[in-house]
C-alpha cells in the first residue's frame, strides 16, 4: 500500500487559475469566496501552521497570550526619535487566520465619513454605502436580549448588521465589574450613549460588540469562520508552513505580467503558477515587503537591497498610518476579579478554567467593552483646536494632496468624528508599569485615530555578504510617531487626552472602584505633570496594532493599487488587506478588514467573468 501524497506534492501538482499569498484575515476570504466558483482552483499560501483548537487562539479571557509566541512574527520598529530613541514590538499574526487569531476580537466599524474619504480620493464604490454590504456579507449578527440590554447597554440596530455571514459577532455574557459604571460615568461628563454605532457613527459611549461565538464562548476568525468549512473543497487548496520569498514577474512586449510565486518550505524552494492572477493579502508590513522583493518599489530602495527594478513605483511602503496607544494604570479594589490576578493565583485559574470549560462562564468570557469615541472638542476649547490647525496649513491648498487635505479638514473642521478612543478595562496592559503582588489594576486606553505621523515600511539594504536582501531580512518598520508639524499635533492632542482620561476615572460613579493612579504617578505639584505629561506620553507610547496604508489604493503617484486592487504597472497581481487602506479609519481593523475582503473577492470574480464570458 503506497504512502499518501505529501502536502507540497499536491501544491505543487495543482494547476491553480489563482493563487492568494497570506492565509490571515483578508486572504481567508478572498480565497473562499473565489473558491465558491468551482470553475475556479484557488491555492493558499500561508507562512504559519494552522491551529483549531489551541485555547490560547479560542479562549476569549485568554487574549493576549499568543503575543510573543510562534504565532507571531515579532515585528519591531527601528528606535523613534519621536519616542526618545525607543523601538516597540509590532505584533503581527503567522498563523493560519493571521492578526485575526491574535487581536483582542473587538469588532467596530469606523465613521461614515471615514471610508467617504477613500471614495473622495477617487476609489469609486469604496465609500460607506459601497462598504455596507460587504460588512454585512461578512458577519452573523447573535443578537443580545432585552435583558442583556438593560444590564449591559449592549445596543444594536439589526438593519445595519449581517444575519448569515461567517463571522459570527456577540456580546460578552457577562462583564468587570467597572463595565457597570462605565455609562453613567461618561453620561455625567456630556458624552451620549450611542446606541447604534455601526450605523455610521461611531461617537458616544458604547459596549464593544466581539468576533466571538457564543454558545461555544470561542473566537470567530478568519481560519474557522471562512476556510475550516470549506476545507474539504477540492478547488480549495492550502499549504500552511509555506514562506513566499518573491512572486514571478515576467516581461511580456513590455509589460511585466505575474506568473506566480517562489516559496520555501521545510528547507526547500518551489515555485508555483497561476494561469489567472496572484492576490497578494500579506497586510501591511509584508505586502510592501514582498512587492519590493519582487523589484516592484521605489529604485533606491530596490537597488540598496540589490534587487533589479522591474517597476518604478516609490508609494510602495510609503503612507504607513498607525494608532498611537497610551496605558494609564489605575490601582483598584483588591476584591474586584482581574484576568490579570489569574497569572499569580492557581486556585483562581483552576476554578476559571472549570467555569469555562464546564458551562461556558465565567471571567474567561469576558473581553475589553468599555468604548467612548469622542471629537477632540468634547473636551478641548475652540482657541487650542484653531491653534493646532494654523501649524498644519490650510486644509485646502494647492500645495498639499488631496489625501493630506482630508487629514487637515478632519482636525480644523468642526465634524463629528471619534478622534480619540477611550477604552477602560480591568488589568494592567502597561508594558512598563511592573504590579505589585496583592494589589489589582485596571487600565485607561487612549487611542489616537486619525494621526498626521506618517512613516514607511521597506526592506532593508542587502548585507555587503549577501547578494540581495532576503525575505528572512525583517523589513524597517519607522511609523516616524511624532515627527514633523503634524507629529507635534499628535503629541499635543494625545497630551490632552491624558488629562481627559483620567477627569473620567476620576468621576463617579466609576471612581467609587479606584484607589488611585499609580501609572503616571500622580505627582504632588500639578503643575509638574502639566511640564512632564508630554515626556510621559513619549516614553510610554506604543502601538495599537492597527498599521495601515502602505500599498495604498488610489489613481497617479503616491498610490500602488488601483480601485479593482490591480497594482500599477503589473498585470496578474492584486493587493487585499489592510495596506489598501489610503487613510486611516476611526475603529479598530477587523471587521473593515473582512469586508476589504469581501469587496475585493467580488471584483476578482467580476472581472474574471467579464474576461471569460
Not at 489563482?18 to 507562512?47: D, Y
Not at 448588521?161 to 455574557?173: A, F, L, M, N, R
Amino acid at each position: 500500500m503506497g504512502s499518501l501524497p505529501r502536502d507540497i506534492d499536491i501544491f505543487l501538482s495543482t494547476k491553480f487559475t489563482h493563487l492568494v499569498i497570506g492565509g490571515g484575515t483578508a486572504g481567508l476570504v478572498v480565497a473562499t469566496r473565489l473558491a465558491e466558483n468551482e470553475s475556479l482552483v484557488v491555492g493558499i499560501l500561508e507562512a504559519g501552521p494552522s491551529n483549531y483548537d489551541d485555547p490560547h487562539i479560542n479562549v476569549p479571557g485568554r487574549f493576549g497570550e499568543t503575543l510573543n509566541t510562534e504565532y507571531d512574527w515579532q515585528f519591531t520598529t527601528i528606535p523613534q526619535p519621536g519616542l526618545n530613541g525607543r523601538a516597540i514590538p509590532w505584533a503581527r499574526g503567522k498563523v493560519l487566520g493571521g492578526s485575526s487569531a491574535l487581536n483582542l476580537m473587538t469588532w467596530n466599524r469606523a465613521c461614515k465619513q471615514d471610508y467617504d474619504a477613500w471614495e473622495e480620493l477617487g476609489n469609486q464604490g469604496w465609500g460607506w454605502d459601497g462598504l455596507l454590504p460587504f460588512f454585512q456579507k461578512s458577519e452573523r449578527l447573535h443578537e443580545s436580549t432585552k435583558d442583556h440590554q438593560l444590564k449591559h447597554q449592549s445596543h444594536f440596530d439589526s438593519r445595519f448588521h449581517g444575519t448569515d455571514g461567517p463571522v459570527q459577532t456577540s456580546y460578552p455574557p457577562q462583564s468587570g465589574a467597572s463595565h457597570q459604571h462605565w455609562h453613567k460615568t461618561l453620561q455625567s461628563l456630556g458624552v451620549d450613549i450611542n446606541r447604534s454605532h455601526f450605523s455610521g457613527s461611531n461617537v458616544g459611549a458604547w459596549t464593544s460588540l466581539t468576533s466571538v461565538e457564543p454558545e461555544r464562548q470561542e473566537r470567530s476568525y478568519s481560519a474557522t469562520a471562512y476556510y475550516r468549512p470549506n476545507a474539504g473543497k477540492s478547488n480549495l487548496v492550502l499549504l500552511t508552513g509555506a514562506t513566499v520569498q518573491e512572486l514571478l514577474l515576467e516581461s511580456t512586449d513590455g509589460e511585466w505580467m505575474t506568473k506566480g510565486a517562489r516559496f520555501r518550505y521545510q528547507g526547500e524552494n518551489h515555485s508555483v503558477n497561476a494561469e489567472g492572477e496572484v492576490i497578494l493579502c500579506a497586510g501591511s508590513v509584508q505586502s510592501p515587503q514582498l512587492l519590493e522583493l519582487s523589484g516592484v518599489g521605489n529604485p533606491n530602495i530596490l537597488e540598496a537591497a540589490r534587487i533589479n527594478v522591474k517597476v518604478d513605483n516609490p508609494a510602495v511602503g510609503e503612507n504607513l498610518q498607525d494608532h498611537l496607544m497610551t496605558c494609564m494604570v489605575y490601582e483598584i479594589d483588591p476584591a474586584i476579579p482581574t484576568l490579570e490576578s489569574l497569572r499569580s493565583d492557581p486556585v483562581a485559574v483552576k476554578a476559571a478554567d472549570h467555569a469555562y470549560e464546564t458551562s461556558r462562564t465565567g471571567i474567561r468570557t469576558t473581553l475589553p467593552n468599555s468604548v467612548a469615541y469622542l471629537p477632540f472638542s468634547h473636551y478641548l476649547d475652540p482657541d487650542s483646536l484653531r491653534e493646532l490647525g494654523i501649524s498644519l496649513g490650510p486644509p485646502s491648498s494647492p500645495h498639499i494632496s488631496t489625501r493630506e487635505s482630508i487629514k487637515a479638514r478632519r482636525f480644523t473642521q468642526d465634524q463629528n468624528l471619534g478622534q480619540i478612543e477611550f477604552n477602560f478595562d480591568l488589568s494592567n496592559y502597561s508594558p512598563v508599569f511592573k504590579s505589585e503582588p496583592g494589589k489589582k489594576y485596571a487600565t485607561m486606553l487612549q487611542m489616537l485615530q486619525y494621526p498626521f505621523s506618517t512613516g514607511s515600511i521597506h526592506i532593508p539594504p542587502s548585507n555587503a555578504n549577501a547578494p540581495r536582501t532576503i525575505v528572512d531580512n525583517k523589513p524597517v518598520i519607522d511609523p516616524k510617531y511624532y515627527v514633523g508639524d503634524g507629529g507635534k499635533v499628535d503629541l499635543e492632542m494625545m497630551a490632552s487626552a491624558q488629562k481627559f482620561a483620567h477627569k473620567i476615572v476620576s468621576t463617579r460613579p466609576l471612581a467609587d472602584i479606584i484607589v488611585g493612579r499609580v501609572w503616571p504617578p500622580t505627582p504632588q505639584d500639578g503643575n509638574q505633570e502639566e511640564e512632564t505629561i508630554k515626556d510621559w506620553v513619549r516614553n510610554n507610547t506604543i502601538t495599537d496594532w492597527h498599521p495601515v496604508g502602505t500599498c495604498a489604493m488610489g489613481s497617479g503617484a503616491g498610490y500602488v493599487v488601483d480601485e479593482r486592487l490591480r497594482v500599477h504597472g503589473v498585470r496578474g497581481l492584486r493587493v487585499c488587506d489592510a495596506s489598501i487602506m489610503p487613510l486611516q479609519i476611526s475603529a479598530h481593523l477587523q471587521a473593515t478588514v473582512y469586508a476589504i475582503g469581501e469587496k475585493g473577492a467580488n471584483i476578482i470574480l467580476e472581472d474574471w467573468g467579464e474576461c471569460h464570458r
